[in-house]
T-cell receptor
């Protein structure tokens, strides 16, 4: 399934299926992007990052795709597990603003059902 | 050992009171941040300190005053608390003083103003 992380939508997937979470970022000059996972009652936890000179990066069960043409970022989770249930945030570093901060998207809630 | 720790985890207080939230990181990072997460899960940076020096000060009421006694600590003091200050506040730290590296987050402080 797919989702656009604009207004904290919910993506529901069955255990074992692949999940795709999408994010539209705002600044075409942003050079660094991160996906964070936030479980209930906890702080955001780093999942994977990608720099603007790449269009794909793979981790363990996760892949991030970057499309700079349309300013789009996606997180793919293979073989989704119940422990993947959380809110997922994309974040960008708009370095062209000459500031040192991450700007977070609004998040997507992933629910995994058996 | 906890990398980024905040205290307290929960804070319930009356309007008009003054309160502080403490944050410590044992990662040896140069930069620390405070983020605010509202009821819709939106994460927004408030402050950034690099080696005890204020780097970023977003549009935050001056009732909020960060204090960094050393580079491992960044406390947040809030004066004259208002109902709208209710949120979860996250402390974070990152290496190299650049947001182009992953930030490690604390578990958050849920502030409820009544």
């Amino acid at each position: 399934g797919e989702s656009v992380g604009l207004h904290l939508p919910t993506l529901s997937v069955q255990e074992g299926d692949n999940s795709i979470i999408n994010c539209a970022y705002s600044n075409s000059a942003s050079d660094y992007f991160i996906w964070y996972k936030q479980e209930s009652g906890k702080g955001p936890q780093f999942i994977i990052d990608i720099r603007s000179n790449m269009d794909k990066r793979q981790g363990q069960r996760v892949t991030v795709l970057l499309n700079k043409t349309v300013k789009h970022l996606s997180l793919q989770i293979a073989a989704t597990q119940p422990g993947d249930s959380a809110v997922y945030f994309c974040a960008e570093n708009p370095s062209s603003y000459n500031t040192d901060k991450l700007i977070f998207g609004t998040g997507t809630r992933l629910q995994v059902f058996p | 050992d906890t990398a980024v720790s905040q205290t307290p985890k929960y804070l319930v207080t009356q309007m008009g009171n003054d309160k502080s939230i403490k944050c410590e990181q044992n990662l040896g990072h140069d930069t620390m941040y405070w983020y605010k997460q509202d009821s819709k899960k939106f994460l927004k940076i408030m402050f950034s300190y690099n080696n005890k020096e204020l780097i970023i000060n977003e549009t935050v009421p001056n009732r909020f005053s960060p204090k960094s006694p050393d580079k491992a600590h960044l406390n947040l003091h809030i004066n004259s608390l208002e109902l709208g200050d209710s949120a979860v506040y996250f402390c974070a730290s990152s290496q190299e003083g650049r947001a182009s590296t992953e930030a490690f987050f604390g578990q958050g402080t849920r502030l409820t103003v009544v």
